[in-house]
C-alpha cells in the first residue's frame, strides 16, 4: 500500500534555531516528491519538487534532500524565522498518469517561538 | 497573474442539505483538483478535471461530484451533507497537460479553500 509517513507530528523550536522534518514513503513506482508549507486557514505553497535522480533542492532557508534508495526525504530549515510556523506536509507522487496517485502525508506542524 | 479563487470561504450547513462550492484557476490553467482534508486524515484528493471531463477520481462516494466549464472554472457539489463532511475543501489548478499535476513541471497552486461546517 502507497503511504506516506511524517515525523515528528509536532515541533516547537526557538527564533533562530535550525529544524529538520522527515519523510518516509513505500510510494512505488515513484514518480517526484514534493515538500509543501500550509499557514493555519490557508491554501499550500510548494516549496520544492524533487525527482529521483535530485537529491538535494533548496529554496531559501529551506532544504529537501532525497534518498530514492531509502525512501526517505528531509526538509531543512535555516535560522528559523517566526513566520515558519506553519504545517509541512510531504506529498509523493506515484508513476503512472493517474493523479490518484498523489499520496500526501498528514504534515508536521511547526511552531516557532520568539 | 491572480491566484486561485475559491468562494464561498465558509459555510455553515445542517445535515441532509446540500452544497456547492466554486473555484477559479490562474488565468491558463486547465487542470482543476479538489481536496478535501480534516484533521485526522489530512489531505485526500477527490477529483480532477481537465479540459471540461474529469480525468481522475480519488475514493469518495458519489454524493461528492463536480464539473468543470469551458472557461477552466470549476464547482464541486456535495449532496446529503453528513457531520462528517466538515472540513476544509482545496481546489488547486496546474497548466495540466499529459498526466496533469503528476508531472514534476506540472506545479499544482493551490486556493485559500472553503471552510464547510455541517451542523
Known amino acids: 500500500k502507497n503511504q506516506v509517513e511524517q515525523s515528528p507530528q509536532s515541533l516547537i523550536i526557538l527564533e533562530g534555531k535550525n529544524c529538520t522534518l522527515q519523510?518516509?514513503?513505500?510510494?512505488?513506482?515513484?514518480?517526484?516528491l514534493r515538500w509543501y508549507k500550509q499557514d493555519t486557514g490557508r491554501g499550500p505553497v510548494s516549496l520544492t519538487i524533487?525527482?529521483?535522480?535530485?537529491n538535494t533542492k533548496s529554496n531559501g532557508r529551506y532544504t529537501a534532500t532525497l534518498d530514492a534508495d531509502t525512501k526517505q526525504s528531509s526538509l531543512h530549515i535555516t535560522a528559523s524565522q517566526l513566520s515558519d510556523s506553519a504545517s509541512y506536509i510531504c506529498v509523493v507522487s506515484a508513476d503512472g498518469g493517474s493523479q490518484g496517485n498523489l499520496i500526501f502525508g498528514k504534515g508536521t506542524k511547526l511552531s516557532v517561538k520568539p | 497573474k491572480a491566484g486561485v479563487t475559491q468562494t464561498p470561504r465558509y459555510l455553515i450547513k445542517t445535515r441532509g442539505q446540500q452544497v456547492t462550492l466554486s473555484c477559479s484557476p490562474i488565468?491558463?490553467?486547465?487542470?482543476v483538483s479538489w481536496y478535501q482534508q480534516t484533521p485526522g486524515q489530512g489531505l485526500q484528493f477527490l477529483f480532477e478535471?481537465?479540459?471540461?471531463?474529469?480525468?481522475n477520481k480519488g475514493n469518495f462516494p458519489g454524493r461528492f461530484s463536480g464539473r468543470q466549464f469551458s472557461n477552466s472554472r470549476s464547482e464541486m457539489n456535495v449532496s446529503t451533507l453528513e457531520l462528517g463532511d466538515s472540513a476544509l475543501y482545496l481546489c488547486?489548478?496546474?497548466?495540466?497537460?499529459?498526466?496533469?499535476?503528476?508531472?514534476?513541471?506540472?506545479?499544482?497552486?493551490f486556493g485559500p479553500g472553503t471552510r464547510l461546517t455541517v451542523l
Open positions: 524533487m525527482t529521483f535522480s535530485e
Open positions: 478535471y481537465f479540459s471540461e471531463t474529469q480525468r
Open positions: 519523510c518516509n514513503y513505500t510510494v512505488s513506482p515513484f514518480s517526484n
Open positions: 488547486a489548478s496546474s497548466l495540466g497537460g499529459l498526466a496533469g499535476p503528476l508531472l514534476k513541471t506540472d506545479e499544482q497552486f
Open positions: 488565468s491558463g490553467h486547465r487542470s
